[in-house]
């Protein structure tokens, strides 16, 4: 009898104490989703400031306290924008920033990969150089790289705008950290089983190398896309501007069209959107494998 009692006494108690946790728990969760939604509308109501901010006039667009949707929607700042070669500037943009993308990964991933698994005089040395040119900023070596660009005659040229961007010392460093991950046993196997040194990179250490690779390429796009300062000083004529540039040129010394450049502005956004969703996945998978690891 006495145990009986002794074992409801426990029930009870479990019973209190799980109905405790729950209820912290359900607290935990409401206060983590209302944070969640604060900082996703936080950072949402940028992009849906230029979004409607493209469709209002200027009078509007200008005014105090603001008109947070147009009432009366135009569409005249699109025909202003769409009034400049604004598909060359597209194209520049994103032929520039896709060439960067497929040869930084390409890039990467090879010298990424050698110096992770290879081992030769020196290597130590060159990825002590690498961590060195990891902390110099674009502006310290523009002046040096437009003399070197000049004189081979690269100006206001898309192999000045992209092969300087090729050799990226992040890039080479992410693919070094994740090549380490690689089993040592899984190349040796590949070895024996007959496979060259192409076709083990090609068909092994490549797909192993997809969740990086894919948050790589996001990062090298989006820097690729927004790199408003060095377009600036390599190009010359309007016909290769991109298409960031190309919209800050429409900002007058005197006055400036804001719905015209939210228009610019949303249109420069639309292809990011793109690139991110499409290796979303692999981005999530790259950020987190390490944490893993």
Known sequence: MKAQSQLNMKKKFNRSSNKKRFRELSAF???????????ALFFVFPFYWIITGAFKAQVVAITIPPEW?????ILDNWVT????PVWRWTFNSFFIASSEMIAVCFVSATAGFVLAKKVFPGRKLIFILLIAAMALPKQVILVPLFTMLADFGWVDTYKGLIIPAIGWPFGVFLMKQFSQTIPNELLEAAKIDGCGEIRT????V?????PALGALAIFTFMLSWNDYFSQLVITRSTEMMTLPLGIATMQGEHKTDYGV???GAALASVPMIVIFTLFQKSFTQGITMGSVK
């Open 29 to 39: 969760k409401i206060i983590a989703t209302l944070l969640l939604i604060l900082s």
């Open 69 to 73: 949707f147009p009432l009366k929607p």
């Open 81 to 84: 924008l769409f009034s400049n």
């Open 201 to 204: 990179f090609w068909h092994i």
């Open 206 to 210: 490549i797909p192993m190398l997809k």
């Open 261 to 263: 450049m939210m228009a």
